[in-house]
């Protein structure tokens, strides 16, 4: 999978793999990234995840598109709920066995316009950040302390 990234060589990637190496503009770690925090960089212009739900939760509060590459349980779920909000793109974990071209295609879409610029305002990251717009529109911190509060609301009637 790390080879398609040298096609984006204006890009830096971190990337958590199962051993620490260099290749271009970027680097693999054995121990956890923090996720949260490179999420919230401005320079932070795609996500590709297993799509877990805390790692489609998390994306979606900082604005940031998603490449998909669930393997089981729910991430296959939510990764076509993400496809289907035109927040992301849904790449088969199978498919990239015998070739990274779909891994290419969608980091492609999502990096850059139809005519090929780096311009990171595609129809993707669009949604993302509209999707962003919608969960912070819809927090009132005059009324509600935190999101649990406004949801534990809806049960009991304050909300």
């Avoid at 990239?96 to 295609?105: I, P, Q, R, V, Y």
């Amino acid at each position: 999978m790390i080879k398609v990234f040298k096609y984006f060589s204006q890009c830096y990637f971190h990337v958590r793999a199962n051993r620490t190496l260099q290749f271009g503009n970027g680097y693999t770690s054995e121990h956890p990234l923090p996720q949260k925090e490179i999420l919230s960089k401005t320079n932070t212009k795609v996500f590709i995840s297993h799509c877990g739900q805390n790692s489609v939760t998390e994306s979606m509060y900082a604005g940031v598109p998603l490449i998909c590459i669930p393997k089981s349980g729910d991430q296959k779920y939510n990764a076509s709920i993400v496809e289907s909000k035109g927040v992301g793109i849904y790449v088969d974990y199978e498919d990239l066995k015998d070739s990274t071209e779909s891994l290419g295609a969608a980091l492609y879409q999502i990096l850059c316009d139809e005519y090929g610029n780096f311009n990171y305002n595609s129809k993707y990251t669009l949604a993302a950040e509209k999707m962003r717009r919608d969960i912070l529109e819809n927090y009132d911190p005059e009324t509600f302390k935190t999101m649990k509060d406004k949801f534990l609301g809806k049960f009991d009637g304050t909300y």
